[in-house]
């Protein structure tokens, strides 16, 4: 094949090849987009996996890839407040901005914890108003979250309608059978008193039925202090807490400290879904985790 040919068939065979390109804030949106998209979408993410999520640097690589995307999936409820919309803005593509077809906030998809009641003021520390954006973490929300994706890629690429509705149906249908599991393990250790670094668990806690009764960082955003680990040590000794969990990119001195005071186990985990993982072998590795740390025989949460 001459030269000429070669390129007339790669030109050709172009827009049978294109993907819809998606965008995602954090890998544990990029992995859902992923099984909602298929082979349809290529899929990327702005955060890393290992990057705490609510500092991220607005750098320009990130402007290259949302300046393409066709679908921007985010977190919403101010979790990305601090750097996605100077991204959005210097991207200058119309498809992706608030109020496009393009653009998903993923927060109106689930029901959210920890609303606010009161009047929110800087001195509480780095309350998200729109409640706790870390609902990723309740693989329940996983339904919604996959049918939701499926549903506004059928809007940016109606032809392929059919085939994202199929494919979140076929997600759903596994993350229901992975549940059942996931609950079984978990069953036991309903009722158990936890701490975690940030308040990113809340939504694992409520499903796990974990009662969360103190935070290592004093208000959300902060490092903790002494004299606030000195009172999350005897909360964590006076509540007989067993397990201490917190995402790898948090110090885990603290909580070390805390952990080995109280006798409580320390475990940290990858805080997003890895990349190149799946979102269903993430939470096997969230449930396996966490099971091993926790004490065979939990007392039933009544002799408390
Ligand atoms: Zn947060």
Known sequence: MNHALLLLTC??????????????????????AAEAGGDLVEVTTLARSTQDPHFVDARHSLVLGLSKADLLVHV????????????????????IQVGAPGNLNCATLIQPLEVPA???????????PGGNPHYTKD??????????????????????A????????????????KLSGWEA???PFRGTTV???HRSWSYLSAWAGFEQVAFMEPKPGLPPSAQHVAQ??????????PLVLQEDWYSAQASELVAQKSGARLVRVPGMVPEGQGYLDYVDRLVAAVTAALPAAAPPAAAR
């Open 185 to 187: 393990a978990l069953r």
């Open 118 to 128: 009161e009047k929110i003021e800087r001195a509480m520390g780095d309350i998200h």
């Open 162 to 177: 059919a085939t994202y509705q199929q494919n979140a149906a076929r997600f759903e249908a596994r993350l229901r059978e």
């Open 11 to 32: 030109l050709l065979a172009a827009p049978a090849l294109a993907k819809v390109q998606v965008v995602a804030t954090i890998t544990d949106l990029g992995s859902l």
């Open 139 to 160: 693989p329940r929300n996983a339904v919604p979250l996959v049918r939701g994706m499926a549903a506004r890629l059928a809007a940016v690429d109606p032809d392929h």
């Open 232 to 241: 999350v040590l005897i909360t964590a000794r006076a509540r007989k807490v």
């Open 195 to 197: 701490i975690t670094f």
């Open 76 to 95: 919403g409820m101010e979790m990305e407040t601090g750097w996605l919309p100077t991204l959005l803005t210097s991207s200058r593509n119309g498809r």
